[in-house]
Structure formats: structure tokens, C-alpha cells
């Protein structure tokens, strides 16, 4: 017999172990919005404000989904509820989580999101929508308003599906409608993610709505925030193993590590949840954090990825359990990332290093290399550029790099990028091996400097590797 569909209707029915929400969900007011509704929002931010609203009921939380039904579908039938579990070799935990309060599908119901917009209650918007959904330029700044999504958005203002278009519309609305200030906060894996989600909303407001820009510079602040869990995209043999330690079936589940962390500008515009009594923590200065956590994690995260592609393998825990892969990584953090890494005041870097390790062989996680193999143009500009640009040690870095060009131009494995269609037009051109190397150096946003100073060994890897050398190797 199918388990039934969790609910708040059978809440009490779950087992003991089961963690609940320890505040009556009905006195909940909505006080965040939320942009992409994916699974990282739900292991993270919605965690820490589930465990906010247990002492402050204003923080509930209004998701928004912009292109897919899917969240909306997930998680209006369960009332917004979903459960967490969190495992590693140590144990497991499993919580279901409440602050999501409903879901709205941007450009399907403009009415419902504008009144969203314009609830004074509201107080804060925070967002994951990816890299690529910041709309960017090569330069990763300025917004690309030639992007056919911009363009539809700005020509159907009430059909916006991008982040900045939908974010813009509801600017306008609430500046019409009462001007009450609003915290904005990224919490995507970019660098300055709030600076350059402001720098892209500030020019997509000169093309539709500049009259909004006053108000943006006076009453808004946009705080850049740090996240960090690792959270795999659920399958049906974890959501069948989730919904049996459940004892119900929740489409919306998430399966995650217990290791969490969330660093937050202190820069508000607004009241703001207590956050830090859920373990976030407040800083003045972030740019060591988002360093830190850019060009060592994420940074060894993309080489497992396309390493552990590259040699089929599953899951970045079957990487780790791969004695070559393993030791090319361990050495590619040793000797070139963690060099070039000013860690945050009091910040044991080598301990942070030891504990990726193990967070990447956490073996109950089945986190697919192909999952962060996904949009690599945008993921390496952020990830592994600003290591090349430094004066360090960049032997195993441009190893990685060549394999990425390795596993583009020379193999049939599916590219799944925002500029696929330029990758695709290298890997079947004929074109002399340094001009296909610009072009992929070209996508990846790296300027005529870097590339000059890259190029001959990297040239080199990619050959050694097109003669069948496999890339751990030295
Ligand atoms: C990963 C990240 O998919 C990816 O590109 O590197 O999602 C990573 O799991 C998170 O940033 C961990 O906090």
C-alpha cells in the first residue's frame, strides 16, 4: 500500500523520532519572500527560519517559483510542508520543516505575487536561482539585457520569469503602493551575490522603471550572504527510502548532510529574523568567507565533477573513494587552492580543508558529478578564475581546466550550460586545438591577460590528455 501524502492533517500520526515544528503554524505571518523554491532553499534558509519562528511567528515564508510548476506542486498540496534529512556515518536526523507557508508561480498569478510584493509584513526577499539566473554579462557585473529572457521580460512585464524581471515588477508595485524599505539577499554561490544582483536590477530599473531608483538607493539594503550545505538532487530510490522513515510521502522531501552554515552581511534595511540563534552568523566583512568557500569548496567540488565524469564515476563520494582521484584532489587543494585563500580572522584553514574531505565522502549522500558539472561556464569564472589570476602554484588548476576542455571538445557527454550552444559549436568545429581553447576560455569569461598567461600549459595538459594521459597523472 502507498504511504499516504504528508499533510498537516497527520502530522501527530508521524513517528516519535520524527522532528516537527514547535509553533502553531496558524499564527504564522508572512514576512519573507522567497525567488526559486529549488531543494537548496529548503535544506537551508527555510531551516534556519523554522527554527526562528518557534520564538518569532513574522517570519513566515512566501515562495516563488519562476519557470516550473514543480515546487508549487510539491508543496502546495502538503501545505507547504516538507521534511528534512539530514545523514552522514554518524546517524541521521529527520525534521519536517513548516516555514514555507505557499507557493506562487510567478508568471501564472501576477495578482497574487504583486499583492505579495506590496504586504507591508513583508520585510525581507531572499533568493536561489542559480548562477546563471542573475542574468549576467561575461563580465559577471553588468546585466545581459540582450538575453532573450530580459528582453521578454521587459517587452511582458506581467509575465516576467526571470529573477530580476520578477524582482523589478515588484519594486514598482510596492514603491506604488506604500515605499515600506526591504533587505534583499543572495544566497547563490557568487562572489558579492547581492552586490551583483543590485547592479543587475539597478540596470534593468533604467530600462523599465527608473523612477524606482531613488527609492532603491535610499530605503533598500542588499547584504551578500554565504551558504554552505551540500545538497544532492533527491531520486526516486531516496524518496522512497525518505517517505519509509517518514511514514508518508513527501514529493517535496529533501535529503542533505548535517553540516550547515550561513554567513550574512550585517547591512539591513528592516527588522530581521533571529537567524543567529539558528546558527547563522552576522559579519561586517564577508569577502573572506564567500573567498573561502568559492575557491576551496565549490573550486574542488567543479574538478571532482569533471574528473569523476571524465572517469565515470557516479558520485562525488565514488570520486573520493577513488585512490588517484582522490589524491589529485587532496593535492589540488593543498597546493593550489589553499595558498591562494586569505582565510577570515581566526579561521583554521586546514581544518576547514579536513572537514571537506570528509564531507565529500560522506557516502549517504548521493551527490551526482553530473549535478555539478551543470552550467560549469558560469561555475568556473567564479571558482577557479580568481586562483588562476593569482601568482600561486596553478599546475593541478589548469589540469582541471584541461579536462574541462577535454570532457567539452572530445567527448559526448551532455553539456548542460547556458552557453551550451557555444560549446557544442567548438566541440564539432575543426578549428586548430588553440583556437578551440580561446573560444572555451572565451565562455569562461577570462580576460586576454589571464588567458596569455594560461594558455601554453594548459595547452599542453589538453593535449597530453587527448593522447589518452589520464589527468591525475604528476
Ligand atoms: C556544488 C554546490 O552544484 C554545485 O556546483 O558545488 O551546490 C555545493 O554543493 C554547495 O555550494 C555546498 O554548499
Same mark, same amino acid.
Given at each position: 500500500m502507498t504511504a499516504p501524502r504528508l499533510s498537516a492533517a497527520m502530522l501527530d500520526a508521524l513517528p516519535d523520532s520524527v522532528r516537527l515544528?514547535? #509553533?502553531?503554524?496558524?499564527a504564522v505571518k508572512s514576512g519573507i519572500l522567497h525567488l526559486g523554491l529549488g531543494a537548496f532553499h529548503r535544506a537551508h534558509q527555510a531551516v534556519y527560519t523554522d527554527t526562528v519562528l518557534a520564538n518569532d511567528p513574522r517570519w513566515g515564508i512566501v515562495g516563488v517559483s519562476l519557470r516550473s510548476e514543480r515546487a508549487a506542486a510539491q508543496l502546495n498540496p502538503q501545505q507547504g510542508l516538507f521534511s528534512v534529512l539530514s545523514e552522514d556515518a554518524g546517524g541521521h536526523e529527520l525534521r519536517v520543516i513548516g516555514a514555507v507557508q505557499q507557493v506562487l508561480m510567478a508568471p501564472r498569478e501576477p495578482d497574487a505575487l504583486d499583492a505579495a510584493f506590496s504586504?507591508? &509584513?513583508?520585510?525581507i526577499v531572499t533568493l536561489t536561482?542559480?548562477?546563471? &539566473? #542573475?542574468? *549576467?554579462?561575461s563580465d559577471g557585473?553588468? *546585466?545581459?539585457?540582450? *538575453?532573450p529572457a530580459i528582453q521578454s521580460d521587459l517587452a511582458n512585464p506581467l509575465q516576467a520569469s526571470t529573477a530580476i524581471g520578477v524582482l523589478a515588477r515588484g519594486l514598482k508595485r510596492r514603491l506604488d503602493a506604500h515605499g515600506a524599505p526591504l533587505t534583499i539577499i543572495s544566497c547563490d554561490n557568487l562572489g558579492n551575490n547581492s552586490t551583483r544582483l543590485r547592479g543587475a536590477l539597478t540596470a534593468y530599473l533604467e530600462l523599465s522603471? !527608473?523612477?524606482v531608483l531613488p527609492w532603491l538607493e535610499a530605503q533598500l539594503r542588499f547584504p551578500c550572504s554565504m551558504v554552505d550545505r551540500i545538497v544532492p538532487a533527491q531520486t526516486e530510490i531516496s524518496l522512497a527510502r525518505q517517505a519509509e522513515l517518514l511514514g508518508a510521502r513527501d514529493e517535496a522531501a529533501i535529503a542533505t548532510e548535517p553540516f550547515s552554515q550561513w554567513i550574512i552581511e550585517r547591512d539591513f534595511a528592516t527588522p530581521m529574523p533571529d537567524w543567529e540563534a539558528a546558527g547563522a552568523v552576522f559579519v561586517d566583512d564577508i569577502a573572506p568567507y564567500e573567498e573561502m568557500k568559492l575557491r576551496l569548496l565549490n573550486a574542488s567540488h567543479s574538478a571532482i565533477a569533471i574528473l569523476g565524469l571524465l572517469k565515470q564515476q557516479e558520485t562525488v563520494a565514488d570520486v573520493m573513494a577513488d585512490q588517484a582521484l582522490r589524491k589529485f584532489i587532496e593535492q589540488l587543494m593543498a597546493k593550489d587552492l589553499l595558498s591562494a585563500i586569505q582565510a !577570515?580572522? &581566526?579561521?583554521?584553514l586546514h581544518s576547514y580543508r579536513d572537514a571537506l574531505l570528509a564531507r565529500f565522502s560522506?557516502?549517504?549522500?548521493?551527490?551526482?558529478c553530473a549535478q555539478i558539472a551543470m552550467d560549469c561556464t558560469e561555475k568556473l569564472r567564479q571558482r577557479w578564475l580568481p586562483t588562476l589570476a593569482?601568482? &600561486?602554484?596553478n599546475r593541478r588548476l589548469l589540469k582541471a581546466l584541461a579536462a574541462w576542455c577535454y570532457l567539452v571538445v572530445d567527448t559526448e557527454i551532455e553539456i548542460d550550460d547556458p552557453r551550451r550552444d557555444r560549446l557544442l559549436a567548438v566541440r564539432t568545429s575543426d578549428a586548430p586545438v588553440s583556437e578551440q581553447l580561446t573560444a572555451l576560455m572565451d565562455s569562461l569569461g577570462m580576460d586576454t591577460t589571464l588567458q596569455q598567461r594560461c594558455m601554453p600549459l594548459l595547452q599542453a595538459h589538453y593535449v597530453d590528455l587527448k593522447s589518452g594521459s589520464p589527468p591525475t597523472r604528476g
Open positions: 515544528p514547535d #509553533y502553531d503554524r496558524s504586504d507591508p &509584513g513583508i520585510h536561482v542559480t548562477e546563471a &539566473g #542573475y542574468c *549576467l554579462a557585473c553588468s *546585466l545581459d539585457s540582450k *538575453l522603471w !527608473p523612477e !577570515p580572522a &581566526g579561521f583554521d560522506n557516502v549517504c549522500l548521493q551527490h551526482r593569482g601568482r &600561486g602554484e
